[in-house]
């Protein structure tokens, strides 16, 4: 690749940026790009000028890829030079996020983080027990709906923020208010306004803007960012303390974080990045994680065909008095296809997670300038008529075939060396949570529900970068007494 590289360096004085918008003089497309929804702009630039789309925001080149293999081809083969994320002066310099997902892949604290991510994700001892953790929150999340119904979107935030707690800390939280998830949420907050403000995008277009002292006018963002970061720190150090003197006390249980201090080459230079990782299994973990299962639960409320065959296929492989298993996912094809189904038409991060291009490069006969921001389109990717035949439709049936398209999970969790660490944690919690729903419960629209999955700006999704359903009114009632029974029973074990 070296050698290649040098020919591509000489060879880049004749070649073209890739096609894309023309944008406007000094600003480029910064006019163009709208504030939510980006994929579906991304979309229309992709149709019309092909799968590599280059454009200029204010003097920042950046580089739309709608196509998976070409993603793959910088992604794992040129890794290189694109496992890096991009620098943005407010969210990672004045206000340190960069510590839960640092930038560069040669940085110290990137190494230790997705050791401690492989190390606990990758023996079948911990899977186990990080199994079991999913299935107790699932059970719990089938109580609250019965306790709840008319609060999906609380009853699922809920489960995928204290599944992501108990994960990373081993902490019970509350069934009602709970002051740790009020916290990392507000952090939380903090970061998806970071991501859409206009504050901190011109910070990041004219970094110079950083050395403003927080009295001038018209640099509140400096006073903001100090808040954030205190906030931040917060977030990262609260949890990780109450470990620690539980550990001390002896009242620790099992987590991520117990795992990791217990550990043989644990030592104290290590406390930062134990901490730092802890934290992002819950900023990367809770939010996606619930985003999913309430997107999977709004097309099984707009599908109810393909909920019955799902439902069906549960009451024949499991008896109904007990709960679905992970033994039973094999047994399960129809489910695994609506969860498949779901999280292919309903993309919630529609565009990925951004890479930069650590030098000068060529990609297709096109110059891709150091610096660029790399973008993955995974909404186009997930929706591509030629691969997924009638994408915007719901269709299980097209994973039950002998050569069924490629798997949602090729693209939605990322690329290459910086691929989501949580994707087997996602995946498990959703499907079990899933399977019991299924199993236990009908969601059936009511007056005002959407009726159709629909994906444009005005429709039934958020547009946010982690993209959620908007909240939607549905009944939601146990199939027969027996379920119910079953739910009730949850209580008393
Ligand atoms: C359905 C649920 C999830 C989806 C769709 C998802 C998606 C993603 C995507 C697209 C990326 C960017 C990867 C790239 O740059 O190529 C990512 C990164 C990440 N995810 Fe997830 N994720 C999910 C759940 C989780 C969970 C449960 C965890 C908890 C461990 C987690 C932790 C992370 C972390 C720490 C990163 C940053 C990795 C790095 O920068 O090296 N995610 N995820």
Not at 18 to 23: E, I, N, T
Not at 440 to 466: A, C, E, H, R, W
Request: proline residues 7%; neutral net charge; contains cysteine.
């Amino acid at each position: 690749y070296l050698a290649y590289h040098r020919y591509t360096l000489y060879k880049r004085g004749n070649l073209p940026l890739p096609p894309g918008p023309k944008g406007w003089p000094i600003v480029g497309s910064l006019l163009d790009m709208p504030q939510s929804f980006h994929w579906l702009r991304y979309h229309d630039w992709h149709k019309q000028h092909g799968n590599i789309v280059s454009l200029n925001l204010l003097g920042r080149t950046m580089i739309i890829i709608s196509s998976p293999q070409l993603v793959s081809e910088l992604t794992d083969k040129r890794h290189a030079y694109y496992s890096s994320r991009p620098r943005f002066v407010m969210a990672t310099e004045l206000v340190g996020w960069d510590q839960l997902t640092p930038l560069m892949p040669t940085d110290r604290l990137w190494r230790d983080h997705r050791r401690n991510f492989g190390r606990l994700f990758g023996t079948k001892m911990t899977v186990q027990k990080f199994f079991e953790m999913e299935v107790d929150a699932a059970r719990r999340l089938m109580r609250g709906m019965l306790r709840k119904p008319d609060d999906l979107g609380g009853n699922i935030h809920h489960w995928a923020a204290s599944l992501t707690l108990k994960i990373a800390y081993g902490y019970e939280s509350n069934t009602g208010h709970d002051d740790l998830i009020e916290l990392v949420d507000e952090v939380m907050n903090q970061f998806n306004t970071l991501l859409s403000d206009n504050n901190a995008t011109l910070v990041d277009f004219i970094p110079w803007l950083r050395f403003m002292p927080a009295w001038v006018p018209g640099a509140g963002f400096q006073r903001r960012a100090k808040y954030y970061r205190e906030s931040l720190r917060k977030m990262i150090d609260v949890p990780f303390d109450m470990v620690k003197e539980r550990l001390k006390a002896g009242t620790a249980s099992q987590s991520f974080t117990v795992d990791l201090l217990d550990a043989d080459e644990y030592n104290d230079e290590k406390e930062f990045a134990v901490k730092t990782s802890a934290a992002a299994i819950y900023a990367g973990g809770a939010d996606t994680t619930a985003g999913t299962m309430h997107g999977l639960l709004l097309l099984l409320m707009l599908y109810p065909e393909a909920r019955r065959k799902a439902q069906e296929e549960l009451d024949r492989v499991v008896s109904s008095d007990r709960l679905p298993s992970y033994n039973d996912r094999e047994q399960l094809p129809f489910v695994e296809a609506c969860l498949k189904e779901a999280m292919r038409l309903h993309t919630l991060v529609p565009v990925g997670g951004l890479r930069v291009a650590l030098e000068d490069d060529v990609l297709e006969g096109y110059f891709i300038p150091k610096g660029s921001i790399i973008q993955p389109n995974i909404w186009a990717m997930l929706h591509d008529p030629k691969v997924y035949p009638d994408p915007f439709e719901f269709v299980p049936e097209r994973w039950l075939v002998e050569n069924p398209p490629p798997h949602p999970r090729e693209m939605m969790f990322g690329f290459g060396r910086r691929i989501c660490p949580g994707m087997l944690l996602a995946d498990a919690s959703i499907w079990i949570a899933c399977a019991m729903f299924l199993a236990l419960y009908d969601i059936n629209p009511v007056k005002g529900s959407p009726t159709f999955f629909d994906q444009s700006m005005t429709g039934s999704l958020d547009g946010q970068p982690i993209c959620h359903p908007k909240p939607f009114k549905s009944e939601i009632k146990p199939r027969n007494a027996k379920a119910q029974t079953l739910i009730l029973s949850i209580d008393n074990e």
